[in-house]
């Protein structure tokens, strides 16, 4: 039997004032999967959703690791451009922690 999956909680002004779900990344047996629906009319606002992530992941590895928060950007911002450069593949990453 598999283990349940772990989702995350609602965001609380969407659970106020309802929206839409634009994303929905998992990661299963060390593989990404990603549901998305297109969502904004213009594609550079997915741009915007990138680096407004990217930008959280970094305060959260500053705040959880103890790093700068400068250098985890840095560091996500050389791994996206090289994604984006490289060849498409599955979507593998490493083990999620």
Do not use: T
């Not at 929206?19 to 990661?27: K, S, Y």
């Not at 594609?43 to 250098?71: C, F, H, M, T």
């Not at 593949?89 to 922690?97: K, L, R, S």
């Amino acid at each position: 039997m598999s283990a349940p999956y772990d989702a995350l909680q609602i965001p609380p002004a969407a659970g106020e004032k309802g929206g839409i779900e634009v994303l929905r990344a998992g990661v299963v047996e060390g593989g990404l999967h990603v549901m998305l629906r297109r969502a904004f009319n213009d594609p550079r606002a997915w741009g915007v959703l990138l680096a407004d992530v990217a930008k959280q992941v970094s305060r959260i590895y500053a705040q959880e690791k103890n790093e700068e928060e400068a250098q985890v950007l840095s560091s996500i911002r050389d791994a996206l451009i090289a994604e984006i450069n490289a060849p498409a593949n599955p979507g593998m990453i490493g083990p999620a922690g």
